[in-house]
Structure formats: C-alpha cells, structure tokens
C-alpha cells in the first residue's frame, strides 16, 4: 500500500538554527500539506502546496518557514532560525485531489526537538 | 470560529462496550466531518467521514452521526476492542478548495479486555 515516507523520524537541533524535514509524498499525489503536533496537543496545519506554490497557510507558518518541492518526489519543510517552541511532531501529508471528501495520507512524522 | 471541541480528553471502555466521543463547532462553512485514529508513533489514519447532508455513516463497528442544527457530531465505537486503543480525533474542514483539516484536541481511548 502506498504511503507518506518522512525522514528522518527525529531530528534534535540546536536552537538558532536549520532544519530540513524531507518527505516523499504519495507517487500520484498532487496535493502536499505539513502539520504539527506540539505534544499532548492537537495536530495543527501548517500549509498546503500545489502546482509548486502554497496554496494556503497558517498564522504558525510565518518567514521562519519555507517549504519547496526540489524534485519530483520530495517535499521539504524548512525551518530557517529554530526556536524552542518549534519543537514538535511535524506531520506531512499528500492528497490526490483538492476539495471536499479528499483522503490526506498523513507520514508517520518527524519528532523535531529543539534544545 | 475555527475551533473544532472535542471530548472527552480520555476514555476507557471495557472490551465489547460503546466508546463514544464528542465533538462540536461553530463554523458553518464547515462541510467535511473525518475521524482519524492515530496510534503511538505514528501519523494519523483517517478512519471514516461525514459529509453534513447525512445525519449517519457506518463502516463495520465505526458511526459517526452528525447533527448539523447543534453543529456537533459524534463517534461510535461498537464492541470495543483492546486493538482499538489509540487516540481519536475528529477534525473538519470548508473545502470548496480548501483542504486544511482543523482537528480536535483528541481522546485517548483506552480500552480493557
């Protein structure tokens, strides 16, 4: 069964600076989306990307944040200046089509702790 | 508005007993009601989804019934098992273009054999 491949599954970062969270998306999917999960909380979307542009983001998703798609299997999220209160699970997740009723295949996430 | 409550924040159900779980909103944009089950360690798996122009869906052992006056909907865990343990959140979202999933706080169900 084809499934949302996230690398890699933790990542510990010094505050201040740089992270790269990859995925793999599912192969015919069009639609990617990262979220998080502060722990013990509830999972909050981050942004979506299509066509290789965001199509909607969140207050969270400010210019510390970029995602990009650098070839045609990897979708990363960016994390420029880390700070600790971005430590979290960072889910991401891939549809096959926008608009209602859509299946998100949600990753097993990467737990990002910044120390 | 964009808020989706959940509760309860914990459940425990003795085997073959109903779990059920709550949720409610606010926004009327709101037109897809999915349930996702995550287990420790891993992401979250849609389980089954609603859409308001029904008031109930079944798969297997799952219902979600959806009441859209009160704008709140609710999940049903039929003869509970001890597999069924994990943590349920129900979210919703506008579509019309618009994918972003707001989610619940979640429940963690636990369930005793």
């Known amino acids: 069964e084809p499934e949302v491949t996230q690398t890699p599954s933790h990542q510990v970062t010094q505050m201040g600076q740089e992270v790269i969270l990859r995925c793999v998306p599912i192969?015919?999917?069009?639609?990617f989306y990262w979220y998080r999960q502060i722990l013990g909380q509830k999972v909050e979307f981050l942004v979506s990307?299509?066509?290789?542009?965001?199509?909607?983001k969140s207050e969270i998703f400010d210019d510390q944040f970029s995602v990009e798609r650098p070839d045609g299997s990897n979708f990363t999220l960016k994390i420029r200046s880390t700070k600790l209160e971005d430590s979290a699970m960072y889910f991401c997740?891939?549809?096959?089509?926008?608009?209602?009723?859509?299946?998100?295949?949600f990753g097993q996430g990467t737990r990002l702790t910044v120390v | 508005q964009q808020q989706v409550k959940q509760s309860p924040q914990s459940l425990i159900v003795q085997k073959g007993g109903i779990s059920i779980i709550n949720c409610a909103y606010e926004?009327?944009?709101?037109?897809?009601f999915p349930w996702y089950q995550q287990f420790p360690g891993k992401g979250p798996a849609l389980l089954i989804a609603?859409?308001?122009?029904?008031s109930e869906k079944k798969e297997g052992r799952f219902t979600i019934s959806f009441n859209k006056s009160a704008k709140q909907f609710s999940l049903h865990i039929m003869d509970s098992q001890p597999g069924d343990s994990a943590t349920y959140f129900c979210?919703?979202?506008?579509?019309?273009?618009?994918?972003?999933?707001?989610f619940g706080k979640g429940t963690k169900l636990t369930v005793n054999p």
């Open positions: 997740a891939s549809s096959r089509q926008l608009g209602t009723y859509t299946e998100a295949f």
């Open positions: 192969s015919n999917h069009l639609y």
């Open positions: 990307f299509y066509n290789n542009e965001i199509s909607e």
């Open positions: 926004n009327t944009a709101f037109d897809y």
């Open positions: 609603i859409r308001p122009d029904v």
């Open positions: 979210a919703a979202s506008e579509g019309g273009g618009s994918e972003k999933l707001v």
